[in-house]
């Protein structure tokens, strides 16, 4: 007792004040005095300002300027008076500056998280702690590892840098910079990190904020979010986990590599339920088609050929079968054409034939197709169900029927937001949880020690407890390997990620898809909307319309609200436009009620005009192959002096039916079907009033001519396309909201259908001309059409004609 009350008055006597106050001794089992310098203490409990320090044994001492020190071994417990506990095998301690060294098997435990490391520097004052040689970090749900941490029990912050991986039941994430809440479980981002979810989906930035609890993410630099095929990309990315919602803001890109569907726009919301984008803010879609070949035989028809050697057996099966399909019905086709020839008592050389040439090796052009809108929206639904459109079209024309044509189907009606058609989930998710699982064996989540109450007045002198070192030391381990094997992001991965799936989105489709019989009930596709304003635009080939329906099962685009297609100096309208693409090539279309094509002659001084209830055209390697204008059809054409580029005459045809082939881009074949009416009109006869036939529009003006001029203008107000009957009353398809999306029409007027007497015209003529006995048109359709004797061809009712150009004309003087 002497001995200690000597040290204690002589050498340990301290400045009274609350900054240096000294450690003092609660309790030990024995204590003794070494060079009358240092206390050595034995299952010692030591008090210092409100914090106690426990051990199985431990040196007090001072250095020659009176700082004091603390040297402690065994089992080290520092109790703080927030409940703070910490634990370790060896301790250094300045009481002075209350700065704490532990080090092998430490453990810091407080009420928000649990910290293991070998070597951990801790200020009691400040209560900062930091590692260097690695360590975790257990939170609420969340176990961080890193090289470096730096932590701070009054905020709950954590600064983790060098390989830093995070994991929870949710997701895994890589960085090697972040911050870190354990209170509100917020993360966040000074550098690349990729954040892995056990869904599937991943997310990538370089700046920004993730809740790992809610699985919220604010992004801001260099983001990126993938799910399977999908990605999505913005200068800032919004992400909500649980809700299964992306957002994009400016510079948008989304892109499936399944579907090949690229669009981008200023704007851009993600739904993981369907895989559905909508876009706003002059989005954008891109759609890659093949052009013209270097070999011109080939009928859009033909299969592409592909390199099977890269195919699995189960698409070169279904390649096989479709290709059987294929070649059965251009049997039949060609049985069916053979017998109308042997019937009609023509050679089969003579014979149009039908049958593509076999396929032939070449090298494909392709060309891009970009389409906006207001408001662009795609989904991914079922295939069963999905209804194509069965157009019941013909590339012999098909049987001509006398009543109104049918109904060809509507659009599908989809709910914009509904995500009825996906609730199952990701087929990826089993072996996500078995890697979860995995990966709690490898790093088992440590037990924290019970929590201290936080007191005013020092603790009572507890008895040191031993440290659970078997446990951290394999954490330790494990998070070793752990970091050393994982794969920092640096961002040049993302880059080349994005760039790769924008190649694959905008390159042609090689592979034949299954038809939509033999797809699985599992089998998904996806369907394009687009709303007001639409604008297409290809470098042969522009339109636009109040509204786009567009299925990748069947490749058909439906244009509404009086769509106008352009191709050269050609315009096309009507109040449905119908355009299918097969095998990435331009394969039919039609034109559904009051179909007016209108094609410039001498730069729009004069105006070819083709009309009819509708008008169906194919196509091989994207030109007009064959016509077909059905219904009321009127023909208006103006013939040239190739020699003087002048009009010399307009030839005026009339007829149930029109059927026009063409090689290339010139007519070799030209047949009108019943209820003919025929006459050519010397240019100079040619008036206003039949220059032009009723529901004649041009609207160049409307005409997209590049891609930024289809992004920054849109089609003037008004534009409407009027019906056959009375020119002046406009008749346009209108889409009043998203369920009805789909094709509605005014009803058909009587004028429109085909009747038995022929279309009148609006030709004037001087009745003294009109009795010269050489020059005389009789328009009754139970009459011939009589001519001078050496230029005479009769037409009858229900009579075929074929016009050629070198045939000769009825005039009129």
């Avoid at 999905?386 to 189907?409: A, F, H, I, N, S």
């Avoid at 989540?445 to 507890?462: E, M, R």
């Avoid at 039916?657 to 006459?679: F, H, T």
Wanted: charged share 30%; proline share 4%.
């Amino acid at each position: 007792m002497i001995c200690l009350s000597t040290y204690g008055q002589d050498e340990f006597t301290p400045v009274e004040s609350a900054d240096n106050a000294p450690m003092r001794l609660v309790s030990s089992s024995s204590s003794r005095f070494i060079d009358q310098k240092i206390l050595r203490s034995y299952n010692a409990v030591y008090e210092h300002k409100g914090s106690t320090l426990a051990a199985d044994s431990g040196d007090l001492y001072k250095d020659e300027a009176g700082n004091e020190f603390f040297e402690a071994h065994g089992h080290i417990v520092i109790t703080q008076p927030s409940g703070t506990v910490i634990q370790g095998t060896h301790l250094h301690y300045n009481a002075s500056t209350q700065h704490a060294i532990l080090t092998k098997n430490v453990k810091m435990v407080d009420n928000q998280s649990t910290l293991t490391t070998n070597y951990l520097t801790y200020n009691l004052r400040s209560q900062q702690g930091t590692y260097t040689g690695g360590g975790r970090i257990i939170g609420q749900g969340d176990t961080i590892t890193s090289q470096k941490a730096y932590y701070f029990e009054n905020t709950k912050d954590a600064y983790f840098n060098n390989k830093v991986v995070v994991r929870n039941v949710n997701t895994i994430i890589y960085t090697d910079t972040m911050q870190y809440n354990t209170m509100y479980r917020d993360a966040f981002f000074f550098g690349p990190t990729t954040i892995n979810g056990r869904g599937g989906e991943k997310l990538y930035t370089e700046k920004g904020t993730y809740n790992t609890e809610f699985g919220v993410a604010k992004f801001n630099k260099n983001n990126l979010y993938t799910e399977g095929s999908r990605f999505l990309k913005g200068d800032s990315l919004f992400y909500d986990r649980n809700k299964g919602i992306g957002e994009a803001f400016r510079n948008v890109i989304f892109v499936d590599t399944l579907d090949k569907f690229y669009a981008s726009g200023e704007y851009g919301k993600y739904l993981e339920a369907d895989q559905s984008i909508l876009m706003t803010e002059k989005p954008l879609i891109k759609y890659v088609v093949q052009t013209d070949s270097t070999d011109n035989s080939q009928d859009s028809v033909q299969v592409d050929t592909v390199n099977r050697e890269q195919l699995s057996r189960r698409e070169l099966r279904r390649i096989e079968k479709a290709e059987e399909k294929e070649r059965k019905e251009a049997e039949k086709i060609e049985k069916e054409k053979l017998k109308e020839q042997q019937l009609a008592g023509i050679k089969p050389a003579d014979a149009d034939s039908l049958v593509a040439p076999p396929p032939i090796q070449k090298t494909t052009k392709v060309d891009t197709a970009y389409m906006t809108a207001d408001t662009l929206y795609s989904k991914v639904i079922f295939v069963r169900d999905y209804r194509p459109l069965d157009l019941k079209l013909d590339r012999d024309g098909g049987q001509l029927v006398d009543t109104t044509e049918v109904d060809y189907g509507d659009t599908e009606e989809v709910e914009l937001f509904g995500t009825d058609d996906s609730t199952a989930v990701a087929d990826s998710t089993a072996s996500q949880l078995k890697k979860l699982e995995s990966a709690s064996k490898e790093s088992p989540v440590i037990k924290t020690a019970p929590k201290t109450p936080a007191k005013k007045k020092a603790p009572a002198p507890i008895k040191p407890k031993a440290v659970e070192t078997a446990t951290i030391q394999e954490t330790t381990k494990a998070d070793s390997v752990l970091r050393k094997n994982a794969v920092m992001p640096t961002g040049r991965e993302q880059d080349s990620l994005i760039s790769n799936a924008l190649k694959v989105a905008q390159s042609t489709d090689t592979l034949l898809k299954d038809s939509t019989e033999i797809y699985a009930d599992t089998a998904r596709t996806r369907i394009v909307k687009a709303y007001y304003n639409v604008r297409v635009f290809k470098s042969d080939l522009q339109a636009v319309a109040d509204s786009v329906y567009y299925g990748m099962v069947d490749s058909m685009f439906r244009f509404m609200g009086s769509p106008m297609i352009w191709s050269d100096g050609s315009q096309i309208n009507a109040d449905t436009i119908f355009m299918q693409i097969k095998n990435n090539k331009m394969d039919n279309a039609l034109l559904k009620n009051n179909a007016f094509m209108v094609n410039a002659v001498l730069d729009t001084v004069k105006f070819n005009q083709l009309k009819g209830r509708k008008i169906t055209a194919f196509f091989a390697n994207n030109n007009i192959d064959r016509l077909y204008v059905d219904g009321n059809a009127e023909n208006l054409v103006f013939s040239t002096n190739e020699k003087t580029n002048k009009i010399t005459e307009m030839f005026h045809d009339r007829a149930s039916r029109i059927k026009i082939r063409m090689d290339g881009k010139k007519i070799n074949d030209y047949v009108s079907i019943r209820k003919v009416d025929q006459k050519v009109y010397p240019f100079r006869l040619v008036t206003q009033e039949i220059e032009v036939l009723p529901g004649f529009l041009w609207k160049p003006e409307d005409r997209p001519k590049s891609v930024e001029d289809m992004l920054n203008r849109k089609r003037t107000k008004g534009t409407t396309v009027p019906d056959q009957k009375n020119p002046e009353n406009g008749s346009s398809t209108q889409i009043t909201d998203d369920e009805d999306f789909q094709e509605t029409t005014e009803s058909t007027s009587e004028t429109n259908k085909e009747t038995n007497t022929a279309p009148k015209t609006n030709v004037k003529t001087d009745s003294s001309k009109v009795a010269n006995p050489n020059n005389t048109i009789k328009s009754n359709p139970d009459s011939t059409i009589k001519t001078k004797p050496d230029n005479t061809y009769q037409i009858k009712a229900d009579s075929t004609i074929k016009v050629n150009p070198d045939s000769v004309r009825k005039r009129v003087n």
